[in-house]
């Protein structure tokens, strides 16, 4: 603390509480909940790939029934594992989302 802000302080008799990083307890819970969105929106970036990923494996799904209708049964079966699988990262991402938000 500089010599004019001790001098502030003991006239008006208030004391800033600062940790040993120089930032009150308010300014701590800024930082941490500003910490804690940018993380979130980090984690929900996921979700983007995950539907580009479902995109392609439907689309791949139509090409493939346009070049042999008679395997249509048996490729949808494996397009709709792929979505399933592509899906979960998309799941994944929302959970890490909610439990950075919510939890920590």
């Known amino acids: 603390m500089s010599n ?40 929900t970036i996921a979700s983007v790939g995950a539907a580009v990923g479902i995109g392609n494996v439907f689309s791949s799904l139509i090409h493939s029934v346009a070049r042999n209708p008679s395997l249509a049964k048996q490729l949808f079966g ?15 991402a929302l959970m890490m989302a909610i439990l950075i938000l919510f939890v920590f």
Do not use: P, W
């Not at 800033?16 to 993380?39: C, D, I, P, V, W």
């Not at 494996?78 to 994944?92: D, K, P, S, V």
């Open 4 to 43: 004019l802000s001790k001098s502030v302080c003991q006239v008006s008799k208030f004391k800033r509480n600062e940790n040993k990083h120089g930032m009150t307890r308010m300014e701590k819970f800024e930082m941490l909940e500003g910490a804690k969105s940018m993380g979130a929106g980090a984690a």
């Open 78 to 92: 494996y397009a709709i594992l792929g979505f399933a699988l592509t899906e979960a990262i998309a799941l994944f």
